[in-house]
């Protein structure tokens, strides 16, 4: 069982520890600084934290001992001749995305970036390489945009476990791309998804992947909260299916989590619409699906159900086991420990909260 | 030898900071010299092409410099060389 929540927050690191059954707020790190991804590599309990000083540029840290010493290392660093789009040089702006690499590769790591760059790691985060024919993808500086922030983000990184040189990412304003080969060669795997705010809804490249995640049990199927409706594939990525609820609200929206026993079950926190990014109808829920999105229940009970403006970040929703979480960009921070049905409030005035993940 | 001075915000992350005597007159070999002492220090003051971050300021002898991309501002021999965080958010 899942005992201790690491949050990627505005002001710093927060470790959540679960004790007697209630999860209680047990330390900070880096107080005061931007924490963009707080991330555990299962593998070796590394804890990973990506900074975003104001001042001072992106900074990674690592620790080996849960937080109580930390080291600085190298963040990765675009290329010398590397430019966004002609005439502007590409740097490091914000780290978006951390996944380990494998058990079979047990000193690779990802770790994907804005403006667009994704980067390996095969000496356990001593050193980063970008991905350069992703980042050379045909047309990328035409048909990469960002969205929210200023230039293409990768904010998700699925490794298979079954191929661990087998990933898929998804960039924010560019879509998703499959490599079976550990990044040496990418093709895009948008194929059903339409981007509503384009000429041509259906194209390849420049949709909005929000999040996209695997069934642990399952891996071919996966899921993505998308800008324009929540799609799921069971076919590795190959085609993507809308599981939008035509009816009801879970469509717009930023996180999503699945289940880790069933990759039919699946929890989304939606938002009004693109317009209007507050929390849908002013009243906070939680979606969830039994049935790989055929139907969508909503959730309420330990919600706050009026004057509410939270939005639920795209890392910022998890589940495990029993137990779903988030937290949001008010401060909020609920759990539940029955998939979602009922939730508790674990604080009410924290950082806007960027991540969240279980460990 | 130009002396190089910090903002107290970079105290922070390099504790042992404090004023520096630095043998260049060329503020990207300063950087690189200051590196020496507080390994890791360049990369909070510049990005990784060596271009200064958007909120850090260095001024030479009390002004700010004018060629943020490359560096290339001279430095005097006696030059007081601050590297200071410009103010944002209010």
Not at chain 1, 233 to 240: A, F, L, R
Not at chain 1, 278 to 284: C, D, I, S, T, Y
Not at chain 1, 332 to 340: A, L
């Amino acid at each position: 069982m899942k005992q201790t929540l690491l949050l990627g927050t505005r002001k710093g690191l927060i470790v959540c520890r679960k004790k007697h059954g209630n999860w209680k707020i047990s330390d900070l790190h880096f107080e005061g600084v931007p924490v963009s991804i707080a991330y555990a590599d299962e593998r070796n309990g590394t804890w990973w934290a990506c900074l975003d000083h104001g001042h001072w540029g992106v900074k990674l840290h690592r620790s080996s001992d849960e937080g109580r010493s930390w080291s600085e290392v190298t963040a990765p660093a675009y290329p010398e001749g590397a430019e966004i789009k002609p005439g502007e040089a590409a740097t490091t702006r914000y780290l978006w995305s951390v996944q380990h690499g494998g058990v079979h590769n047990p000193n690779r790591l990802w770790i994907g970036t804005e403006p667009g760059g994704l980067f390996r790691s095969d000496d356990g985060g001593d050193n980063f390489q970008l991905m350069e024919t992703l980042w050379n993808y045909p047309d990328r500086e035409k048909t990469w945009f960002g969205a929210g922030r200023d230039t293409p983000g990768v904010h998700s990184i699925f490794v298979d476990p079954r191929n661990e040189d087998r990933v898929l990412v998804g960039v924010s304003v560019a879509g998703v791309f499959e490599t079976t080969d550990a990044g040496k060669t990418w093709v895009a795997r948008n194929k059903g998804m339409k981007a509503e705010y384009l000429p041509d809804p259906d194209s390849e490249v420049s949709q909005d992947p929000h999040i996209l995640v695997a069934a642990p049990t399952n891996p071919d199927v996966i899921w993505v909260q998308h800008h324009c409706g929540i799609y799921r594939s069971v076919d590795s990525g190959h085609s993507w299916q809308d599981v939008s609820d035509v009816n009801g609200i879970a469509k717009f929206g930023f996180g999503i989590a699945v289940a880790h026993d069933n990759p039919n079950q699946a929890w989304v926190a939606p938002g009004t619409s693109d317009e209007k990014r507050v929390a849908f109808g002013n009243a906070l829920c939680i979606c969830r699906t039994d049935d790989g999105g055929q139907s969508w229940q909503t959730f309420r009970k330990g919600l706050p159900q009026e004057n509410c403006f939270d939005i639920v970040y795209r890392h910022a929703l998890a589940a495990a086991g029993d137990d779903v979480v988030f937290g949001t960009t008010t401060g909020n921070f609920f759990t539940s420990n029955d998939r979602g049905e009922s939730w508790e409030l674990l604080s009410n005035y924290l950082p806007m909260v960027y991540s969240v993940q279980m460990i | 030898m130009p002396t190089v001075k910090f903002t107290y915000a970079l105290r922070r992350f390099f504790p042992s900071l404090k004023d520096t005597e630095v043998n260049t007159t060329s503020l990207p070999d300063l950087l690189q010299s200051i590196d020496a002492h507080y390994p890791g220090i360049r990369s909070y003051v510049v990005d990784e092409r060596g271009a200064l971050r958007k909120h850090v300021l260095i001024f030479i002898d009390g002004e700010v410099i004018n060629d943020r991309d490359n560096l290339s501002d001279a430095v005097k021999e006696n030059s007081e060389v601050h590297i200071m965080q410009s103010l944002s958010g209010g």
